[in-house]
């Protein structure tokens, strides 16, 4: 069967159910069937239907080759659930579809899932879209509030550009990214990459850790460790049992739709894109969550890699084993979600494949931060440059007025910075600039219509040709 790519945007989950379905009633073969004495038309077996299902979707680019047989069939006891099938006395609305030869059929309609009509509404914040209260933490330090805010806008401009839909805020509520965890996952690390948590109650508990690195270098385990038949399933028990309580996702429950949505880049004429896009969402993590994925994804990585590993397993093999024991540590989301298990399978073993490269800092990502950082600290030596730079000093006490107007006063100065750099950049085309300048104007129009008065001061930017040179003299 013919299937398309699901595109990145809102509601990507609904849009993928209604695919199967409609995908499965196109092309599920219908036959006649004999049961108890009585002809059924038009009509599947259950068994039929899983291995149809299965070979469907392990060949459909939005799912990948590793969907189980058992994931199909827990597909298709939602599909029950949801009317999509029903038996063929027609009923329907149970999950206790099972392997076996039951007959079902489809209902005159198989009901898809509504698309609502407009995007989700997701709260918007005045400057940086942040956390005002964390944003101002960092003033004391020895870090710039511009670098965390051009972090921010550097890592948003990628992001839209990745994600691929009319607007980012459809799958991403600004308000709830905390630059702050940017700026940490990509400094407070350790020579492997992992990041290291000042807080260390916030860490995997010591017995955890051992257990892991137990699995991860199999068998070059502790020798005071105890040894038995069965002790590496004890060990991976131990593991499992440990992410399975923790409180949410690896990915957390608000980033849900973006993973998703990323899902969408995984084919493979778009890898590249999809490993970039996952580079900048891991980003947006609480450090905590950024290394125990990182620590997770090493030892399963190694594990389904060890050609010495025990079966942990007397029928499923170790990689699909993982795969299925962690995906849902890794992602799923707050309300019952009829995919959940197949998304997060799809991502995890991707994850896995390439979590290297995905769990790296981007390197143009740094580059291009460090850039405008050095470029903003220069400004501070060149008085003449118009740009007035904060300054620290030691603290003093301040009333909570004073508090609230230094928070407006520097957030627009670094708002304003931004604006007269871009102004000022001459490597950038004039059509690049112009549109650059209309998406802060759309953002910040405070700032913008104190930098451009008049419509006069605005044109006056572009007014300047380029001079041309003189003809060159020709001697006789």
Same mark, same amino acid.
Request: proline fraction near 6%; include cysteine.
């Given at each position: %069967?013919?299937?398309?790519?699901?595109?990145?945007?809102?509601?990507?989950?609904?849009?993928l159910?209604?695919?199967?379905? &409609?995908?499965?009633?196109a092309? %599920?073969?219908?036959?006649?069937h004999?049961?108890?004495?009585? #002809?059924?038309?038009?009509?599947?077996?259950?068994?039929?239907?899983? =291995?149809?299902?299965?070979?469907?979707l392990?060949?459909?680019?939005?799912?990948?080759?590793?969907?189980?047989?058992?994931?199909?069939?827990?597909?298709?006891?939602? $599909?029950?659930?949801?009317?999509?099938?029903?038996?063929?006395?027609?009923?329907?609305?149970?999950?206790?579809?099972?392997?076996?030869?039951?007959?079902?059929?489809?209902?005159?309609?198989?009901?898809?899932?509504?698309?609502?009509?407009r995007?989700?509404?997701?709260r918007?914040k005045?400057?940086? %879209?942040?956390?005002?209260?964390?944003?101002?933490?960092?003033?004391?330090?020895? &870090?710039?509030?511009?670098?965390?805010?051009?972090?921010?806008?550097?890592?948003?401009?990628?992001?839209?550009?990745?994600?691929?839909?009319?607007?980012?805020?459809?799958?991403?509520?600004?308000?709830?990214?905390n630059?702050?965890?940017?700026?940490?996952?990509?400094?407070?690390?350790?020579?492997?990459?992992?990041?290291?948590?000042? =807080?260390?109650?916030?860490?995997?508990?010591?017995?955890?850790?051992?257990?892991?690195?137990?699995?991860?270098?199999?068998?070059?385990? =502790?020798?005071?460790?105890?040894?038995?038949?069965?002790?590496?399933?004890?060990?991976?028990?131990?593991?499992?049992?440990?992410f399975?309580?923790?409180?949410?996702?690896?990915?957390?429950?608000?980033?849900?739709?973006l993973?998703?949505?990323?899902?969408?880049?995984?084919?493979?004429?778009?890898?590249?894109?999809?490993?970039?896009?996952?580079?900048?969402?891991?980003?947006?993590?609480?450090?905590?969550?950024?290394?125990k994925?990182?620590?997770?994804?090493?030892?399963?990585?190694?594990?389904?890699?060890?050609?010495?590993?025990?079966?942990?397993?007397?029928?499923?093999?170790?990689?699909?084993? $993982?795969?299925?024991?962690?995906s849902?540590?890794?992602?799923?989301?707050?309300?019952?979600? =009829?995919?959940?298990?197949?998304?997060?399978?799809?991502?995890?073993?991707?994850?896995?494949?390439?979590?290297?490269?995905?769990?790296?800092?981007? #390197?143009?990502?740094?580059?291009?931060?460090?850039?405008?950082?050095?470029?903003?600290?220069?400004?501070?030596?060149?008085?003449?440059?118009?740009?007035?730079?904060?300054?620290?000093?030691?603290?003093?006490?301040?009333?909570?007025?004073?508090?609230?107007?230094?928070?407006l006063?520097v957030?627009?100065?670094?708002?304003?910075d931004?604006?007269?750099?871009?102004?000022?950049?001459?490597?950038?085309?004039?059509?690049?600039?112009?549109? &650059? $300048?209309?998406?802060?104007?759309?953002?910040?129009?405070?700032?913008?219509?104190?930098?451009?008065?008049?419509?006069?001061?605005?044109?006056?930017?572009?007014?300047?040709?380029?001079?041309?040179?003189?003809?060159?003299?020709?001697?006789?």
């Amino acid at each position: %069967m013919s299937s398309h790519i699901v595109t990145p945007g809102p509601y990507r989950a609904t849009k993928l159910w209604n695919e199967v379905t &409609k995908l499965f009633r196109a092309g %599920m073969p219908l036959k006649k069937h004999r049961q108890h004495f009585r #002809v059924y038309m038009n009509c599947f077996t259950a068994s039929a239907a899983v =291995d149809w299902l299965h070979e469907l979707l392990k060949n459909n680019s939005n799912f990948g080759p590793e969907v189980t047989k058992q994931q199909t069939i827990q597909l298709l006891k939602k $599909l029950l659930k949801n009317h999509v099938i029903e038996d063929v006395k027609g009923r329907w609305g149970m999950e206790d579809l099972e392997d076996n030869s039951q007959l079902y059929r489809f209902p005159s309609t198989s009901p898809l899932k509504p698309i609502p009509n407009r995007t989700p509404v997701l709260r918007k914040k005045s400057i940086s %879209m942040m956390d005002r209260e964390s944003f101002f933490k960092f003033r004391g330090s020895k &870090k710039f509030d511009k670098e965390i805010l051009v972090i921010f806008v550097v890592s948003n401009v990628f992001l839209q550009k990745l994600v691929g839909s009319g607007s980012l805020e459809d799958v991403l509520d600004p308000a709830q990214v905390n630059p702050q965890f940017i700026v940490y996952n990509m400094t407070k690390v350790n020579k492997h990459g992992v990041v290291s948590l000042e =807080d260390k109650t916030d860490d995997l508990p010591h017995w955890v850790l051992s257990a892991m690195k137990c699995l991860a270098n199999w068998p070059k385990y =502790d020798s005071n460790q105890p040894s038995y038949p069965g002790f590496e399933r004890d060990v991976f028990k131990t593991v499992s049992d440990y992410f399975y309580s923790l409180s949410q996702p690896l990915l957390t429950l608000q980033y849900y739709e973006l993973f998703v949505n990323i899902l969408g880049l995984l084919q493979p004429s778009q890898e590249r894109v999809a490993i970039e896009g996952l580079q900048l969402c891991t980003l947006l993590l609480p450090p905590a969550s950024r290394r125990k994925l990182q620590l997770l994804l090493r030892m399963i990585s190694r594990m389904s890699q060890n050609v010495d590993m025990p079966r942990l397993h007397d029928v499923i093999g170790t990689r699909t084993l $993982l795969v299925q024991t962690f995906s849902r540590c890794v992602l799923s989301c707050e309300e019952v979600d =009829d995919l959940d298990e197949l998304l997060a399978t799809r991502l995890l073993s991707f994850l896995m494949d390439h979590h290297q490269e995905v769990l790296q800092v981007p #390197v143009y990502l740094r580059n291009a931060v460090e850039d405008h950082i050095s470029y903003l600290k220069s400004l501070t030596t060149h008085p003449g440059s118009g740009v007035a730079m904060p300054t620290y000093s030691f603290c003093r006490q301040i009333s909570t007025q004073e508090f609230e107007e230094q928070k407006l006063s520097v957030s627009q100065t670094a708002l304003a910075d931004l604006l007269e750099s871009l102004i000022k950049d001459k490597t950038m085309s004039v059509k690049e600039k112009k549109k &650059k $300048l209309k998406l802060f104007q759309k953002e910040y129009p405070y700032i913008y219509s104190r930098r451009f008065p008049t419509t006069e001061s605005e044109a006056q930017l572009f007014t300047d040709k380029p001079k041309i040179k003189p003809p060159m003299l020709i001697r006789n």
